[in-house]
């Protein structure tokens, strides 16, 4: 027993010292993105990631991403080396704290609104998720703003711009990356791990080569660097991979999107690089990739559940074939009991009418033999 709960505690630990490194360097990379030094990014997937962390590792997890996101934000986040020691490390572990506490949340909320840990696998669990998405978004918006709003390195009159700006980002991370972790955990049994066959890798190869062709040629200057409108392309080659493919596939291809997107735009390419900032041009980019990525999901939730309901059927269907089966073989050897009750009756029956027909001539012969032993009178 001692030795179950040693080892335990021991996954335990490496569960939370591999977050905390992970989140360490991630966030570290995240805030090289935020705009003029600041900690706020409109790019954020690592509130789905620490999300789906949460969801597949247990609160080991939550306290690694506490440690990492507080030891980031102390070393990386600009303002917080002129404070004094203690309230760099209170504003910190502010700020860690939002981070750990939404990807709790967000797992409470997911765990107890979800019939399964993948968001996709029907309709009810895809707009579930798309409708909480949002709101698990407002914890690090809320505590992470005002952490910087009580140390005074975010002014009051930029209070809700960057909590807006946070909440954007933090939900995109959640709808574009805590999918795709949560659909390729190994967890999930929903989706059997085939082998690559050279069908399904032509499929893949073309998806992704289909996804990277419409989001140039709708982001790209063509002709002499005009600008066309022709954002609505990435849809389509999303939409395909959905219908031709399972969660995993749908999952990486929104993340892929996003990815080519946001570096489309940070290049200057596409429309949301006509915005004054880049920050908002990247906020827009985010808005577009979730409704690109939502649309998809929705399909492939639909999909999955009409697939359910098919294999459903189907397997009614054969255990309705199996039950007739079983019946009819039923009724045949109730037959056979049946006929072999009805000739043994037959043969009683003949038996009973041999033996009344002994019985009849032996009462003749009783009779006769009567008559001849009575005198004769003279």
């Not at 949002?134 to 009580?150: F, K, Q, S, Y």
């Not at 140390?151 to 960057?162: H, I, K, M, N």
């Not at 805590?178 to 069908?199: C, G, K, N, V, Y």
């Not at 039923?330 to 009805?342: F, G, P, Q, S």
Request: include cysteine.
């Amino acid at each position: 027993m001692e030795s179950a709960q040693a080892g335990v505690a021991a996954r335990q630990a490496v569960i939370a010292a591999a977050a905390a490194a992970a989140y360490y360097f991630l966030l570290r990379i995240g805030l090289e993105f935020a705009p003029a030094g600041a900690v706020l990014c409109p790019v954020w997937p690592l509130a789905g990631a620490a999300l789906a962390a949460v969801s597949g590792l247990g609160p080991a997890a939550a306290f690694g991403i506490f440690l990492g996101a507080m030891l980031a934000c102390w070393h990386g986040v600009p303002g917080l080396s002129t404070l004094a020691g203690p309230a760099a490390l209170t504003a910190s572990a502010a700020l860690a704290s939002g981070a750990a506490l939404q990807a709790v949340a967000g797992a409470w909320f997911l765990g107890g609104t979800l019939a399964r840990p993948d968001p996709l696998n029907c309709s009810r669990n895809a707009v579930r998720f798309a409708l909480l998405a949002p709101v698990i978004a407002l914890v690090e918006a809320t505590c992470g703003a005002g952490a910087l709003l009580a140390t005074g390195l975010l002014p009051e009159e930029q209070f809700f711009a960057a909590w807006l700006g946070w909440w954007a980002g933090d939900t995109g991370g959640i709808v574009l990356a805590a999918p795709f972790f949560l659909a390729w955990s190994p967890r999930l049994t929903d989706e059997i791990s085939a082998p690559m066959s050279p069908r399904r890798a032509g499929d893949a190869l073309l998806g992704l080569a289909a996804l990277a062709a419409s989001v140039w040629a709708g982001f790209a200057p063509l002709g002499g660097g005009l600008r066309h409108p022709l954002t609505f392309l990435p849809f389509a080659a999303l939409l395909w991979i959905a219908l031709h493919r399972g969660s995993r596939a749908v999952t990486a291809g929104a993340a892929a999107l996003a990815a080519l997107v946001h570096w489309s735009t940070i290049r200057g390419y596409g429309p949301f690089a006509l915005e004054p900032t880049v920050n908002a041009a990247l906020l827009l980019g985010t808005a577009y990739c979730v409704v690109a990525a939502v649309t998809a999901y929705l399909l492939r939730a639909a999909l999955a559940e009409r697939r359910g309901e098919g294999e459903r059927v189907e397997a009614a269907r054969d255990a309705l074939e199996l039950r007739l089966a079983e019946l009819d073989e039923d009724l045949y050897a109730a037959n056979a009991r049946l006929r072999d009750a009805a000739v043994a009756r037959r043969s009683d029956a003949r038996r009973v009418r041999r033996y009344r027909r002994v019985l009849a001539e032996a009462a003749r012969r009783r009779r006769a033999g009567r008559r001849e032993k009575e005198p004769v009178l003279l």
